[in-house]
């Protein structure tokens, strides 16, 4: 009776169109669902994410999910997850690609998924990481372990989203550090984040994460900018 009245005054909408939702759609409504613009990335091992890390680092897989288009359904979505405080956008993401991952690579398994960490400071301001539930989903259709323990930002920085490509590796660069456990040498790292733009960010918390003796790293986002 409660959760009726609730949504009676407050009704549930898409988070890409902000039609209302009907009783067995779930963030995001049918339509949006199939207008999603999927990569298969997954699929193919020379992706466009894959190629951003030429002569930069070596990582074993790099992947997206979904394109992000300026003003696309992508960019809704991302922007609901990441200011709106809409995490369950995250869930719903997580699970879908989970499965991709998971038969995309069920020979070559990661063992702990890594979110991009928010210094704390900007954590404070925002309340979250907005890829968090994203990684706890994702951890949980791969059956591996979700740590953000291990990898944090040094620095505290503004967003990248409005810096040119040489000001955002300017700042970007070392302001990430890992925690050294002996538990968590030679293991297969998936890094994951939101939106792969540059590669700048994950480039660096690649570099700091391959401080820990035998690690291989891979990378895993939600979306890349198109």
Request: with cysteine.
């Amino acid at each position: 009776m409660f959760k009726y009245i609730i949504d009676l005054f407050f009704p549930k909408v898409c988070a890409g169109c902000r039609t209302l939702l009907t009783t067995n759609e779930i963030v995001f409504c049918s339509h949006c669902r199939h207008e999603m613009p999927l990569t298969q990335y997954h699929l193919d091992p020379e992706n466009e994410a894959v190629k951003k890390f030429y002569g930069k680092i070596e990582i074993q897989h790099a992947s997206a999910f979904l394109y992000f288009n300026k003003k696309g359904i992508v960019q809704e979505l991302i922007h609901n997850l990441k200011y709106k405080g809409m995490e369950e956008i995250g869930t719903v993401l997580g699970n879908w690609y989970g499965e991709d991952l998971k038969l995309a690579h069920a020979e070559t398994p990661f063992d702990m998924i890594i979110p991009v960490p928010l210094h704390q400071k900007k954590r404070k301001e925002r309340g979250y990481n907005q890829v968090t539930t994203f990684g706890q989903a994702l951890s949980d259709a791969l059956k591996i372990k979700y740590d953000d323990s291990i990898l944090y930002r040094k620095k505290y920085s503004k967003t990248q989203s409005k810096k040119n490509l040489l000001g955002r590796s300017e700042n970007i660069e070392n302001i990430f550090d890992v925690i050294l456990k002996v538990e968590n040498h030679d293991k297969h790292f998936l890094i994951i984040d939101d939106v792969i733009t540059t590669g700048a960010t994950l480039e660096a918390c690649s570099r700091a994460l391959l401080k820990i003796p035998g690690a291989k790293i891979s990378i895993a986002c939600m979306a890349i900018a198109h």
